[in-house]
Nanobody, 121 residues
């Protein structure tokens, strides 16, 4: 019984900034890696940014220097700060987390429902 809920999407002008949040809730024992993916119409879903439980990060080349992923373990939350947004960043952004629940001895991957980010004038 784990759920991820994204928020913070919306319409922003090119060059603008936006911060996405993803909160995990439910029967959580521990959250391991978390990350953000996005999918634009007609394209494959791609990894945008990942962050491990220890805070190590990696980014897609297309967003390096513009996006920052962070997490607040006390809040079971991962964030994605997006700066210098481009129209090409328009997509549905999904949160994913590898979580060990209180009822399992292994970890599962959980996905949020997605939040729309539109970069347009």
């Amino acid at each position: 019984q784990v759920q991820l809920v994204e928020s913070g999407g919306g319409l922003v002008q090119p060059g603008g900034s936006l911060r996405l949040s993803c909160v995990a809730s439910g029967s959580i024992f521990r959250i391991n890696d978390m990350g953000w993916y996005r999918q634009a119409p007609g394209k494959q879903r791609e990894s945008v940014a990942q962050i491990t439980s220890g805070g190590r990060t990696n980014y897609a080349d297309s967003v390096k220097g513009r996006f920052t992923v962070s997490r607040d373990n006390a809040k079971n939350t991962v964030y994605l700060r997006m700066n210098s947004l481009k129209p090409e960043d328009t997509a549905v952004y999904y949160c994913k987390a590898r979580i060990r629940s209180t009822y399992r001895d292994y970890e599962n991957d959980y996905w949020g429902q997605g939040t729309q980010v539109t970069v347009s004038s």
